[in-house]
């Protein structure tokens, strides 16, 4: 069973929960940010949208809901957690992942389609990928920015963590397509185990040719293979 | 306590209704009362000048389901779900502080749908500015866009399509207009209705605070920047989606049986509304409604517009499961009053009777007006002026497209779009851009909506009953040209003042237009608003009634969007009707001239274009449809190439005597480009149509050139001309 | 101009919400210090603060300009007061 | 606990950019500044400022409770610095 937190203020948590059920197939329910039992669960995710209307910073009051200490006691377990957009801002601020995420380059919101290249396998959300492999997802934020200071940032490539970046539709790496000001182009970092991940764009909404595209199910099923193997 | 002589012109009323609030009160009004009737008998909720007009509005067709007078209109899209919508303007509060203006014009639309029970699914924005090449302009132009981009993308509503047209004549009085969507079952639809005397008032959300007293009477003057004496509203999209989850799922019991939100004139037009739908009486103690404030008065209370409040009238029985429900979303739940059964309307104050007058007084007896209406003179003349321009080389065609390509009108509007999230909530199969109308899918049905807001407000200046019409016309067959059957529509009408007969001309002028072209088309009127006295030192907006229609597709799947594949041929579909060059965008955008009668529309033969073109999509013979409209054949047929990324060849046959800008650029009624893959372009060609309709074949979406008969212009260069048109205008805004 | 009299300064702009106005950001952040356990704290209000380093020939003219600057273009008057603070930056910080 | 000592506190937390972390909007400032004829400018940061009424026994202790608040919620060390001051209000201020 996936559990999809919802924090107040969520507004992915719709489109993440549909994506599992309808277009995965994976079992698939919302979790409270009260609930602390978690004991029932195989994987999370924490979806987009704005949690405490972004007060403050995005995640940052999110990150001391009531969920959040059982959930980091998942995580090292090794326990697969998926963090999308506010997802993943949470996440940071958790210290569940490494960085931060700023404010979008221009000061603005911006919602368009991206590439993203893979660039490592070995985690749990893009085990199902090919080396590489260029996904099209759409991005929907105003703090998407990664961040961090260039030593960390260089550990994360030794480590390889860096699990995606904004590219061009061919695959080249260039700052017209890291839209957001993000440093190195990140799109998506995992924890150093690799359990868990967080991405900017929104593989939940790109689960469905009619609504714009399907790349996102490479990511969204990922872990249903990754637990129908660890189980 | 007596009312200080003239105290009634400070809340806008003028002597003679006031001494019409004493007759029927036999009494002088007590002040709160007074601020009230001030509210209540504003143009914004009283529809003085508006009310007589819109009875001429057809209003029924078997899909309706709710017609105007609730919080919004609802239609039935087909298995068992109903789609509820209306559009509002926010445009005084958005002149004074445009991004909290916007914010909060969104968040008080999406309260009106999700207040009859639905779940909003989209948001549409049409808007009004004067040009960019004023700073102020370009900081309302971007602040308002920022606006309705943070709360829409807050609440986890996508906005998915809209319209923006820039004119000198909204310098002083930007428009905002937001327009929302909402789906929910038949038998959920809720109704704001107060019934049971002994039922709880309870108000849930905010705290109220001193935020926009006073918010609708001054929205009903000509000074916007008298329009906010108290505290400008600053809007809570994380206390709204609150608010907004909480009320559904209060809908899922049957505790509650009316809400409504608290929108302009706040408690005092939700209490009076609530007791004057039902036939009712409400009781309600302001000391009870809890406060952000220290120190505020009954008069204050009744008059604030905090905004993200709500009230709920529940069965005694169910207030504890109410208050246990709302708490659990982080509210507050208070209860305040009580339905009584005498029809009157008590506000105490502590338990001391600040009002206590019969609902109906503030509604029913709320006078209108017919005023005399004459049309500005200057305006007659410009419509009378002959075009006097020279026509173009053939080889001109091509800067000429590039110039209306580039323009602020007819640009790019990928710049706005892009600040509002459109993908959430997957259900967005046809996005901005991609099409005239954007289409939804209906989850768990093959169904889907397509939805278009639109309004020549050029048109609407040179001859308001005939711009109204094409208004309607070109909403409905935007919608059309996603594949999609109009059902029906929704309507703001910003105008001037409609004290002043050239206001009123326009007005009244504008509304027969649309009553007659809702009724030739078959798009019944479900819901709208009215915001006039849009005008400033004697300069009023140009007409604007903005129209928003919404049609349903049965096959999703099916839907079309504007994008042809490389390799399709393309074919006018049209009346017949010779294009025009008065009120044209060419003439406005490439001579500066806003002059000249706008192109004649017949509504049958606009029904029969329509209908036409969902007969051949239905049988599959269409791959990629555009309307037809501002800045001509030679635009659209760029449009298309530029959403497609393939260009475009195109011939057109001059005949003698005519105009050639007219042929490429000028403008008529009723017509649609549709492309088709060449393998089917056969039985494109042998359809039948009906008699008034014709197809003509124009070319081939192909190469890398837009060509258009001599002229070629590379497409990259029309692309970058194309997408920089709001940039380059709006700097660094 | 001479510039032996100029010299650089650091101007402190702080940017609140108007009395009255609204603040859900403040409220918000109320909310998360009160979920921390901070029961002590009643209130919360959030804005924003600007460091701006300029030159002027002395404290008067450079909190004159910095007041300019947050009316016309750091605060919005409409919703928001502001206050200026002004002090020298010693070469060494800079 | 004794009410007698504990009064009302107001702690001003500021926040800001640690160095080596972009400051989009201070530079947007900056540039918005000179276009309106601000050339003395030569730099901007925009932070952050959080005004928190607190009750405390004492300016240290609510020195202590704001400084945690910052710490813990109000800042993130991972791209922020912050510091904080605390002064009393009196009961008409309020
Ligand atoms: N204010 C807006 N908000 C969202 N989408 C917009 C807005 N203005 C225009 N659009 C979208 O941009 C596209 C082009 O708009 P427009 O130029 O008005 O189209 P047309 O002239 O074909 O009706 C459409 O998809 C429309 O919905
Ligand atoms: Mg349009």
């Given at each position: 069973m996936i559990g999809v937190i919802t924090f107040p203020g969520s507004n992915g948590d719709h489109d993440a929960l549909h994506s599992l059920i309808d277009d995965i197939g994976a079992p698939a329910e919302y979790v409270d940010y009260r609930q602390t039992d978690l004991a029932r669960y195989d994987a999370f995710v924490l979806p987009g949208g704005f949690s405490y209307g972004d007060a403050l910073r995005c995640g940052a009051i999110a990150r001391f809901a009531p969920v959040m200490a059982p959930l980091a006691e998942f995580a090292e377990r090794g326990g697969p957690i998926l963090g999308i957009c506010n997802g993943f801002q949470v996440l940071t601020e958790a210290h569940l992942l490494p960085g931060a995420l700023l404010r979008n380059e221009t000061l603005k919101f911006h919602c368009f389609w991206t590439h993203i290249k893979i660039e490592q396998l070995d985690n749990a959300w893009t085990a199902g990928c090919k080396a590489g492999e260029i996904l099209r997802l759409p991005v929907a934020h105003g703090e998407g920015a990664f961040f961090a200071d260039d030593d960390t940032l260089d550990q994360l490539e030794a480590n390889g963590q860096i699990v995606a970046r904004y590219c061009e539709p061919d695959g080249t790496i260039t700052p017209g397509a890291n839209a957001n000001g993000s440093a190195r182009s990140i799109a998506a970092v995992s924890n150093r185990q690799g359990n868990v991940l967080g991405l900017m764009p929104h593989p939940e909404r790109a689960t469905n040719e009619l609504v714009g595209g399907a790349d996102g199910v490479k990511i969204m099923s990922s872990a249903l293979n990754f637990l129908n193997v660890a189980v | 306590m007596t009312i200080a002589p003239g105290a009634w012109r400070e809340v806008a009323l003028s002597d003679e209704e006031y001494h019409q609030i004493v007759e029927l009160l036999g009494r002088e009004p007590r002040p709160v009362e007074l601020g009230m009737f001030g509210s209540m008998w504003s143009e914004h909720c009283g529809y003085k000048h508006s009310r007589p007009l819109l009875k001429g509005f057809p209003t029924e067709a078997p899909w309706v389901l709710e017609g105007p007078g609730e919080n919004a209109g609802a239609i039935d899209a087909g298995d068992g779900l109903a789609i509820v919508f209306k559009v509002e303007s926010h445009n005084h509060p958005s002149a004074v502080e445009p991004y909290e203006g916007a914010a909060t014009g969104v968040g008080g639309i999406v309260r009106d749908i999700f207040t009859m029970g639905a779940r909003p699914i989209a948001i549409l924005n049409a808007l009004r500015f004067g040009p960019l090449d004023s700073a102020r302009n370009r900081y309302l132009f971007d602040n308002v866009v920022g606006g309705i981009g943070g709360y829409g993308n807050c609440l986890g509503i996508p906005t998915v399509g809209g319209e923006v047209f820039f004119d000198p004549s909204y310098?002083?009085?930007?428009?905002?207009?937001?327009?929302?969507?909402?789906?929910?079952?038949?038998?959920?639809?809720?109704?704001?209705?107060?019934?049971?005397?002994?039922?709880?008032?309870?108000?849930?959300?905010?705290?109220?605070?001193?935020?926009?007293?006073?918010?609708?009477?001054?929205?009903?003057?000509?000074?916007?920047?008298?329009?906010h004496r108290g505290v400008i509203q600053v809007g809570n999209p994380f206390l709204e989606k609150l608010l907004l989850e909480a009320c559904l799922e209060l809908l899922q019991g049957d505790d509650v049986v009316a809400m409504q939100d608290l929108g302009a004139a706040g408690m005092t037009s939700s209490t009076v509304e609530v007791a004057s739908r039902g036939g009712v009486g409400a009781e309600i103690d302001v000391a009870l409604v809890p406060r952000r404030e220290e120190g505020m008065t009954a008069y204050e209370v009744m008059m604030s517009e905090s905004q993200e409040r709500m009230l709920l009238v529940v069965r005694p029985e169910g207030v504890e499961r109410v208050r246990e429900i709302v708490e659990r979303w982080s509210l507050n739940a208070a209860a305040i009053g009580h339905v009584t059964d005498d029809g009157m309307v008590r506000v105490l104050d502590d338990g001391e009777i600040a009002c206590e007058v019969p609902a109906e007084l503030f509604t029913d007896a709320c006078p209108t007006y017919v005023r005399y209406a004459e049309e500005n003179p200057k305006i007659t003349a410009a419509r009378e002026t002959a075009i006097a321009v020279d026509d173009i080389e053939p080889s001109a065609v091509g800067e000429t497209l590039l110039a209306l390509l580039g323009s602020a009108n007819l640009g790019s509007r990928r710049p706005v779009w892009e600040r509002y999230d459109h993908t959430i909530l997957t259900n967005t199969v046809v996005g901005p851009g991609q099409g005239d109308a954007a289409v939804l899918r209906l989850k768990g049905t093959k169904r889907g909506i397509a939805t278009a807001i639109d309004c020549n407000s050029r048109y609407c200046w040179l001859d308001p009953e005939l711009g109204a019409k094409h208004a309607v016309a070109e909403a409905s067959r935007n919608v059309v040209c996603s594949g999609a059957k109009p059902l029906a529509m929704t309507n703001c009408l910003n105008f001037g003042n409609p004290e002043k007969p050239a206001g009123y001309y326009q007005l009244s002028r504008a509304v027969a237009g649309l009553a007659e072209a809702c009724r030739v088309l078959g798009v019944p009127v479900v819901s709208g608003n009215v915001s006039l006295y849009n005008e400033t030192a004697d300069l009023a907006v140009m007409p604007t009634p903005t129209v928003g229609v919404v049609g349903v597709i049965e096959d999703v799947t099916q839907r079309l969007t504007m994008v042809p594949k490389p390799g399709d041929r393309f074919f006018l579909l049209h009346a017949g009707n010779a294009p025009t060059l008065g009120g044209s965008a060419y003439l406005a955008d490439v001579h500066g001239q806003t002059i000249g009668a706008p192109p004649a529309i017949d509504l049958d033969k606009e029904a029969a274009v329509q209908s036409a073109l969902l007969d051949l999509a239905a049988q599959g013979l269409v791959s990629a449809a555009h309307d037809c409209s501002e800045g001509g054949l030679a635009v659209a047929v760029a449009d298309m190439s530029l959403a497609a990324g393939t260009g475009v060849k195109m011939d057109l046959a001059i005949a003698d005597g005519e105009r050639r800008d007219a042929a490429w650029f000028g403008e008529a009624p009723s017509r649609i480009l549709l492309t088709i893959s060449p393998d089917k372009a056969d039985r494109v060609v042998s359809a039948r149509l009906p008699e008034s309709v014709q197809l003509t074949e124009l070319g081939t979406f192909e190469g890398d050139l837009i060509q258009l008969g001599d002229a070629g212009v590379p497409l990259a260069q029309a692309k970058r001309v194309f997408d920089s048109a709001l940039q380059s205008e709006s700097g660094d805004a | 101009m001479t510039i032996t009299n100029s010299s650089k300064w650091l101007a402190s702009v702080t940017v609140f919400p108007k009395t009255g106005v609204n603040d859900p950001e403040g409220e918000a952040i109320l909310g998360g210090l009160g979920q921390l356990g901070y029961s002590e704290v009643s209130r919360v209000r959030a804005g924003r603060i600007f460091r701006v380093q300029l030159t002027a020939d002395s404290a008067e003219a450079a909190l004159t300009r910095a007041n300019r600057m947050a009316e016309q273009l750091l605060s919005n008057p409409v919703i928001e007061q502001f206050s200026v603070e002004v002090e020298p930056i010693s070469d060494q910080v800079k």
């Amino acid at each position: 069973m996936i559990g999809v937190i919802t924090f107040p203020g969520s507004n992915g948590d719709h489109d993440a929960l549909h994506s599992l059920i309808d277009d995965i197939g994976a079992p698939a329910e919302y979790v409270d940010y009260r609930q602390t039992d978690l004991a029932r669960y195989d994987a999370f995710v924490l979806p987009g949208g704005f949690s405490y209307g972004d007060a403050l910073r995005c995640g940052a009051i999110a990150r001391f809901a009531p969920v959040m200490a059982p959930l980091a006691e998942f995580a090292e377990r090794g326990g697969p957690i998926l963090g999308i957009c506010n997802g993943f801002q949470v996440l940071t601020e958790a210290h569940l992942l490494p960085g931060a995420l700023l404010r979008n380059e221009t000061l603005k919101f911006h919602c368009f389609w991206t590439h993203i290249k893979i660039e490592q396998l070995d985690n749990a959300w893009t085990a199902g990928c090919k080396a590489g492999e260029i996904l099209r997802l759409p991005v929907a934020h105003g703090e998407g920015a990664f961040f961090a200071d260039d030593d960390t940032l260089d550990q994360l490539e030794a480590n390889g963590q860096i699990v995606a970046r904004y590219c061009e539709p061919d695959g080249t790496i260039t700052p017209g397509a890291n839209a957001n000001g993000s440093a190195r182009s990140i799109a998506a970092v995992s924890n150093r185990q690799g359990n868990v991940l967080g991405l900017m764009p929104h593989p939940e909404r790109a689960t469905n040719e009619l609504v714009g595209g399907a790349d996102g199910v490479k990511i969204m099923s990922s872990a249903l293979n990754f637990l129908n193997v660890a189980v | 306590m007596t009312i200080a002589p003239g105290a009634w012109r400070e809340v806008a009323l003028s002597d003679e209704e006031y001494h019409q609030i004493v007759e029927l009160l036999g009494r002088e009004p007590r002040p709160v009362e007074l601020g009230m009737f001030g509210s209540m008998w504003s143009e914004h909720c009283g529809y003085k000048h508006s009310r007589p007009l819109l009875k001429g509005f057809p209003t029924e067709a078997p899909w309706v389901l709710e017609g105007p007078g609730e919080n919004a209109g609802a239609i039935d899209a087909g298995d068992g779900l109903a789609i509820v919508f209306k559009v509002e303007s926010h445009n005084h509060p958005s002149a004074v502080e445009p991004y909290e203006g916007a914010a909060t014009g969104v968040g008080g639309i999406v309260r009106d749908i999700f207040t009859m029970g639905a779940r909003p699914i989209a948001i549409l924005n049409a808007l009004r500015f004067g040009p960019l090449d004023s700073a102020r302009n370009r900081y309302l132009f971007d602040n308002v866009v920022g606006g309705i981009g943070g709360y829409g993308n807050c609440l986890g509503i996508p906005t998915v399509g809209g319209e923006v047209f820039f004119d000198p004549s909204y310098n002083g009085n930007p428009l905002v207009n937001a327009m929302c969507i909402g789906v929910t079952k038949h038998d959920a639809i809720m109704r704001a209705r107060g019934q049971g005397p002994g039922n709880v008032i309870m108000v849930i959300g905010a705290d109220t605070g001193r935020d926009g007293l006073h918010g609708a009477t001054f929205s009903s003057v000509e000074d916007p920047e008298a329009s906010h004496r108290g505290v400008i509203q600053v809007g809570n999209p994380f206390l709204e989606k609150l608010l907004l989850e909480a009320c559904l799922e209060l809908l899922q019991g049957d505790d509650v049986v009316a809400m409504q939100d608290l929108g302009a004139a706040g408690m005092t037009s939700s209490t009076v509304e609530v007791a004057s739908r039902g036939g009712v009486g409400a009781e309600i103690d302001v000391a009870l409604v809890p406060r952000r404030e220290e120190g505020m008065t009954a008069y204050e209370v009744m008059m604030s517009e905090s905004q993200e409040r709500m009230l709920l009238v529940v069965r005694p029985e169910g207030v504890e499961r109410v208050r246990e429900i709302v708490e659990r979303w982080s509210l507050n739940a208070a209860a305040i009053g009580h339905v009584t059964d005498d029809g009157m309307v008590r506000v105490l104050d502590d338990g001391e009777i600040a009002c206590e007058v019969p609902a109906e007084l503030f509604t029913d007896a709320c006078p209108t007006y017919v005023r005399y209406a004459e049309e500005n003179p200057k305006i007659t003349a410009a419509r009378e002026t002959a075009i006097a321009v020279d026509d173009i080389e053939p080889s001109a065609v091509g800067e000429t497209l590039l110039a209306l390509l580039g323009s602020a009108n007819l640009g790019s509007r990928r710049p706005v779009w892009e600040r509002y999230d459109h993908t959430i909530l997957t259900n967005t199969v046809v996005g901005p851009g991609q099409g005239d109308a954007a289409v939804l899918r209906l989850k768990g049905t093959k169904r889907g909506i397509a939805t278009a807001i639109d309004c020549n407000s050029r048109y609407c200046w040179l001859d308001p009953e005939l711009g109204a019409k094409h208004a309607v016309a070109e909403a409905s067959r935007n919608v059309v040209c996603s594949g999609a059957k109009p059902l029906a529509m929704t309507n703001c009408l910003n105008f001037g003042n409609p004290e002043k007969p050239a206001g009123y001309y326009q007005l009244s002028r504008a509304v027969a237009g649309l009553a007659e072209a809702c009724r030739v088309l078959g798009v019944p009127v479900v819901s709208g608003n009215v915001s006039l006295y849009n005008e400033t030192a004697d300069l009023a907006v140009m007409p604007t009634p903005t129209v928003g229609v919404v049609g349903v597709i049965e096959d999703v799947t099916q839907r079309l969007t504007m994008v042809p594949k490389p390799g399709d041929r393309f074919f006018l579909l049209h009346a017949g009707n010779a294009p025009t060059l008065g009120g044209s965008a060419y003439l406005a955008d490439v001579h500066g001239q806003t002059i000249g009668a706008p192109p004649a529309i017949d509504l049958d033969k606009e029904a029969a274009v329509q209908s036409a073109l969902l007969d051949l999509a239905a049988q599959g013979l269409v791959s990629a449809a555009h309307d037809c409209s501002e800045g001509g054949l030679a635009v659209a047929v760029a449009d298309m190439s530029l959403a497609a990324g393939t260009g475009v060849k195109m011939d057109l046959a001059i005949a003698d005597g005519e105009r050639r800008d007219a042929a490429w650029f000028g403008e008529a009624p009723s017509r649609i480009l549709l492309t088709i893959s060449p393998d089917k372009a056969d039985r494109v060609v042998s359809a039948r149509l009906p008699e008034s309709v014709q197809l003509t074949e124009l070319g081939t979406f192909e190469g890398d050139l837009i060509q258009l008969g001599d002229a070629g212009v590379p497409l990259a260069q029309a692309k970058r001309v194309f997408d920089s048109a709001l940039q380059s205008e709006s700097g660094d805004a | 101009m001479t510039i032996t009299n100029s010299s650089k300064w650091l101007a402190s702009v702080t940017v609140f919400p108007k009395t009255g106005v609204n603040d859900p950001e403040g409220e918000a952040i109320l909310g998360g210090l009160g979920q921390l356990g901070y029961s002590e704290v009643s209130r919360v209000r959030a804005g924003r603060i600007f460091r701006v380093q300029l030159t002027a020939d002395s404290a008067e003219a450079a909190l004159t300009r910095a007041n300019r600057m947050a009316e016309q273009l750091l605060s919005n008057p409409v919703i928001e007061q502001f206050s200026v603070e002004v002090e020298p930056i010693s070469d060494q910080v800079k």
